[in-house]
């Protein structure tokens, strides 16, 4: 099985040297995190996804969850660890300390999550989906609901769910039918099917609080007529704890390509008591609540996945004898050169290693403005980061499981045969990073929510959060000749990204189907030429510590920006013919065609 | 009852040994540095018998340079009470710590010191033994179990061959071995709580010890590349080979 060491030191090179996070404890609330305080928590991650959570990821794929007579048992060992974890307190990681969280800084809890990602994603889903719901509770919640179940949200004695997705409805949420009948005293009770609700039925907790989406009797059709409920699996009794059974069950578990460790449910809620969570009709705008803050995380998921698989693929081309160097034979004592010697080997490794590198800092900076949108005392400041995550989440989400998914791909193409075989793990990173191109949004809806909901916003002024500290870079190290190699590819590639942005909101304006047509390709643009900007800042700080770099870690990044500048950057040249061209071919086959 | 615990900063068990260039040393720039795994085993141990009630207070004790800090607050976030540093730039030696320690205990006056059997970078095996004879107290060193009674402790040693158990008289010096226990996983409220838990500084001069090498190190080396074996045919090439090439038999 390939093993999996935390990146620790690329992560606090991106977390300190390049997006400044020892300025992180002068944010108001966050003045405990210095990073005498941020090295020890990422150390001890590390430590437990290294070595509670890694071992159990082969043999939960192997074993999957099981469900009977209504009980979902998971893999084993899956409790022990989540016991762990939760006594650990990092299902409380960066929760509110009024409820008992550690309110850690996201920016330290984006890599926290990296490594949860990278040792066992399926294990990681159960506490992610109770991080979105407690998030849709503590902003939209009453005091009375947050004060009973928030406590042991945060503490991971119970979990939680999303219940978004029914059988006649998935992207269009318009099409939800449960429904939610009021009640005298308050409650709801609610009457419907959800599927494919991730830990919607486990063994691991001693409750499961689901947030549902459901209709009102009085409700307008379509997407203003949904609300959101919370229904616990047991409603709490007079002292808070598990009381008698809700009427909610766990119908079946999904069979599914990857995440096998997860049990997917169909959840049956039938009269289930209820409580309204937000305003009635509102439930959509409580939803995104969560769906953004998930929408962050599964990008952080195709990143941590294409880590792993980097690190799988780097060992393996070490120590996998074939062929000879074509340069002459590197390896006399041996009967073969390790395949690492190999053009096309080296070709793939850098990819995995450009996307994982590259991508982790575009996290952090999304992270940085996370932080800063919620810490900064200035309301001007807080707006303008609030932007920049509004912009980048779906940039996040789309382009880091896209090239999640190709580089887990490019480790099994690294281990040839061996990596089409299950033994070493590395088809089940192929197809456990799958899904996050799917869930919370599929990557297709990603690129609609970029052109056609934050482009224009407000006159483009999220836009100008990106534009404006990228062009003001370029034009303050355009004339930088050690730089050149680095800001002028990144220059080309940002007047394409202005030129292609200038041609959608034009097309969109005339048609919206034009920027609809366009819009995958435009984000993909748009999340290269971020990776561009990234790796110049990158190339940047190696260049300044040439003359202190003993364990040849700046030297590698220098390398690896050349790499992405010459062989990854240039794609935007295609994209940008790809979207210059239009939505003309794409309409033009008549269906009966297809 | 009170516990003094020493723990050593070393380079991670995980990282790849590099000799410097010069072969002064081992390569430490950048490395990955970690509390020794077996100090970290006394450390879990002294943390269980305050949880189990025997003792009220465990203090972590580390010497060396100023980033050993680091690796008392994985001591107090493991849940160590209290910290003492002991910064020197120096080689730090074994006899300069055992010295060290002893001026430390005369101080605090623990009930029993505990330290890792030995530790992974140097593999010195000599601390805990030479603390011991110092301070003219019982050692236990090498321990897969401690008992505390009645102002004694049973100590079962890992000896070669099989398990010795012993009955000392307390206080002691005692060393633990690699199956004594499991370390835990500090939680993150005790890495917060940590960094609030009190560390002294003091330097050698401060306890009177003068810590300059009295060994010198003349050369550090990687070992040998091994050779690739060879194929025998027979049990009678084998037994040929073994006499009059290895000639160990």
Redesign the interface.
Known sequence: MASY?AP??DMRYVLYTLMGGEELSSLPGYE?FTP??I???L??AA??CE??LHPLNRPGDEAGCVFENGVVRTPSGFPEAYA?FR????T??SCDPAYGG?G?PHMVATLVEEMICSANLSFGMVPGLSYGAYVALHEFGTEDLKAAYLPALVDGTWTGTMCLTEPQCGTDLGLVRTRAVPQEDGSYRLTGTKIFISAGEHDLAENIVHLVLARLPDAPKGVKGISLFLVPKFLPDAQGRPGPRNGVSCGAIEHKMGIKASPTCVMNFDDATGWLVGEPHKGLRAMFSMMNAERLSVGVQGLGLAEAAYQGAVAYARERGQGRSLAGTKNP?KAADAIIVHPDVRRMLLIQRATVEGCRALALWTARHLDLSTHHPDPVAREESADFVALMTPVVKALMTDMGFTSTNLGVQVFGGHGYIREHGMEQYVRDARIAQIYEGTNGIQALDLVGRKLGAHAGRYLRRFFHPVGAYIEAHGEEERLAPFVTPLAKAFVRLQQATAQVARAGLRDPEEAAAVASDYLRLFGLTALGFLWARMAETALEHQGDD??G?HAAKLATARFYMDKMLPETGALFSVIMAGGASIGALDEAAF | MKVLVAVKRVVDY?VKIRVKTDNTGV?L????M?MNPFDEIAVEEAVRLKEAGTVTEVVAVSLGVAQC??TL??AL?MGADRGILVTSDADLQPLAVAKMLKVLVEREAPDLVFLGKQAIDDDANQTGQMLAGLLGWAQGTFLSKLTLADGRAQVTREIDGGLETLDIALPAVVTADLRLNTPR????????K??KKPIETLTPADLGVDPTPRLTVLKVEEPPVRK?GVRVPDVATLIEKLRNEAKVI
């Open positions: 060491r620790l030191r405990e005498d305080l090295d020890p928590v150390e001890e430590k437990l070595g509670v762990t006594e650990g307190g990092w409380a990681l550690q850690v004592d003993a364990d870690f | 995980n390569e720039a950048n490395v990955k970690s800090q680091e607050r994985t976030a996983y500090a939680s993150l409220p005790n890495i917060m940590a960094k690739a």
